[in-house]
């Protein structure tokens, strides 16, 4: 199973990034994928995270309104489109991945199987 983040970079706040996370080595419909980020010096957090149908989202009150997380099971893609940033939002974003995941889970790191290596997100004053 491989996670392949991508879409991180150098913005300004107020700016917009659109992340991706590509899933191969699994049936993608099947799995839940989460996105989560870590500040340095600071512990990994929930971000947001997309059920298997897509039909339920989850975001952390940090992002929510800002952030829109959306599927594409024919490209086996999760994207997390991120506007309004701000530098708060500087992190290293990881998608991860869980098959057998329930909803009230879904926002906890320790439960997902599978992780990609990260992107870096910074976001300049």
């Known amino acids: 199973v491989q996670l392949q983040a991508s879409g991180g970079g150098l913005v300004q706040a107020g700016g917009s990034l659109r992340l991706s996370c590509a899933a191969s080595?699994?049936?993608?419909?099947?799995?839940?994928v989460g996105w989560f980020r870590q500040a340095p010096g600071k512990e990994r957090e929930f971000v947001s995270a997309?059920?298997?149908?897509?039909?339920?989202?989850s975001y952390a009150d940090s992002v929510k309104g800002r952030f829109t997380i959306s599927r594409d099971n024919a490209r086996n893609t999760v994207y997390l489109q991120m506007n309004s940033l701000k530098p708060e939002d500087t992190a290293v974003y990881y998608c991860?991945?869980?098959?057998?995941?329930?909803?009230?889970?879904?926002?906890?790191?320790?439960?997902?199987?599978?992780w990609g290596q990260g992107t870096l997100v910074t976001v300049s004053s």
């Open positions: 991860a991945a869980d098959r057998r995941l329930i909803l009230s889970s879904i926002r906890d790191g320790s439960q997902y199987d599978y």
């Open positions: 080595g699994l049936t993608f419909r099947s799995i839940v």
């Open positions: 997309i059920f298997r149908s897509g039909g339920s989202t």
